[in-house]
């Protein structure tokens, strides 16, 4: 048994060290864990569902049976996203992906003599992570330089480049144990590793043909913008259980996250070539340069405090689970400032005070509600069929009144509907599900515009919105190891 033990404990952790994956940057609820619960969706805030009851609501672990170890996995994912008139009128762009997605590795510690139904929960999983990747290019002739410097019409040549990539790695620890028959506590630590790469580059030039009598050879704009931090957190999770005759509740309390140590980096390049500010055809073109480099920036990063309340009951042979999940707000923040730094060139001490404002990495939580339905139908003892549809919905939104760089890229809420079906061999469980989500949203904003650049706008264009939408499908496998041949009745 102890050989069977290291075993599986081995292949799980590796598996989920080396997995590539892809969720969501700005969701609370994108990813679900745990076996049953990754299916039924929060199921574990009203009862013992399986090893993620830990994550869930640690108050439910008093009632797990025995021992036991779960490993599961959202095996292959496909998702993409598509946004029409993303980089102007007629310009749209495209991000999909075929990845296997995160995993968990979960147990449960049941003391063989435990007075009050004690229950130990441990977890190690994949809590968040993201990968993105948008890019276009553009190579027309529009008239942008005035007559006066540059006759009739001129190359214009744009790209632009956004990237995100998001890892969090969590562990948990945790008890739950009966005061009562009917009424359960439990609490869990959390402690959640996340590091992020995020970087912005768009440029943008008029040229005049040769010989086309031009008194300027080139005019353009470029940026480049890039940043990575990490960042060690630890937040409480404080769980109630009772049961009320056939129905089950349950409510779930998280403290804010406690920062514990971070830090970041920031590498910018901001250049204007031949731009003219002043309308003065007299006043002669200039060149301006920012550029800079700053290392070991204090990261910070937040979690909000957050509320879950789920209820279930039996009818038949069917369960029935509901769940809502509250989120508060969080004001605007930093994650990353690099302060009074030489950014503009050449610096000075008037300039300098304008870096914070250009190169900041913000962040801000909106009041997030996000619910779901579930159900559990018993075929047979050893033979479900599971159901969930639920919410989840964004919080960070764009401001454009905020100067820096809100790395929140996916602003759009997104809807899962799961079915699965489980299966009972002995001491092991098996569930296969199948997830499928789906997002749309009609006035996503442009972050630049191809279709209408000019150099008042430094070739940027005017923005306005465009439509997004983002579907994908994800396979969903999990084995869980029972200590005792003990069926589960639900």
Do not use: C
């Amino acid at each position: 048994m102890k050989t069977l033990w290291n075993a599986i404990s081995f292949i799980t952790i590796t598996f989920l060290l080396v997995s590539p994956v892809e969720a969501q940057d700005n969701h609370y609820a994108w990813m679900q864990f745990g076996s049953r619960n990754g299916i039924l969706n929060n199921a574990n805030l009203s009862q013992f569902e399986d090893q993620s009851a830990v994550i869930v609501n640690p108050a439910t672990l008093s009632e797990a049976t025995q021992s036991s170890f779960n490993f599961s996995t959202n095996a292959v994912g496909f998702n993409n996203i598509k946004f029409e008139n993303g980089l102007g009128e007629g310009f749209t762009i495209k991000n999909s992906s075929l990845t296997i997605l995160p995993s968990l590795a979960a147990g449960v510690i049941k003391p063989k003599k435990s007075e009050k139904n004690l229950v130990i929960g441990y977890a190690l999983h994949t809590n968040n992570t993201d990968l993105l990747n948008f890019s276009d290019r553009v190579e027309t002739k529009i008239n942008l330089i005035n007559e006066t410097e540059s006759p009739g019409e001129e190359n214009y040549l744009a790209q632009y480049n956004i990237t995100t990539n998001l890892d969090e790695i969590a562990i948990i620890g945790g008890i739950g144990w009966n005061l009562t028959p009917n009424l359960s506590v439990g609490i869990s630590q959390n402690f959640l590793y996340r590091t992020q790469e995020y970087a912005q580059k768009f440029s943008a030039y008029a040229i005049p043909d040769k010989g086309s009598g031009a008194s300027v050879d080139l005019t353009g704009t470029n940026y480049d913008y890039y940043t990575r931090y990490s960042k060690l957190i630890t937040y409480t999770k404080i769980g109630l259980h009772t049961k009320l005759k056939e129905w089950d509740l349950g409510l779930a309390i998280s403290t804010p996250t406690l920062g514990i140590m971070g830090t970041g980096y920031i590498l910018a390049d901001l250049s204007l070539s031949n731009i003219r500010l002043d309308e003065d055809l007299n006043v002669p073109r200039k060149n301006y340069l920012a550029n800079g480099e700053f290392d070991k920036i204090k990261a910070q990063y937040k979690y909000p405090v957050n509320a879950a309340f789920g209820i279930s009951r039996p009818f038949g042979k069917v369960r029935m689970y509901g769940s809502v999940s509250w989120f508060g707000k969080i004001k605007t923040y930093n994650i990353l400032d690099p302060g009074d730094a030489a950014f503009l060139q050449p610096p000075s001490d008037e300039n300098v005070l304008y870096t914070n404002k250009v190169l900041r990495l913000w962040s801000t939580n909106q009041t997030v509600i996000n619910w779901s339905v579930a159900a559990d139908w018993t075929i047979r003892d050893d033979y479900h069929l599971l159901f969930s549809f639920r919410t989840d919905e964004y919080f960070s939104d764009f401001i454009p009144e905020q100067d820096g760089f809100n790395p929140a890229i996916k602003q759009w809420d997104n809807y899962h509907f799961t079915i699965g079906t489980q299966r009972n061999f002995g001491w092991s469980e098996w569930i296969v599900g199948l997830r499928y989500n789906y997002a749309k949203r009609d006035d996503y904003p442009q972050p630049i515009s191809f279709s209408d650049p000019s150099e008042d706008n430094f070739f940027r264009g005017e923005t306005a919105t465009g439509t997004i939408k983002s579907t994908g499908f994800q396979l969903m496998l999990s084995y869980t190891f029972t200590f005792g041949n003990t069926s589960k009745e639900n």
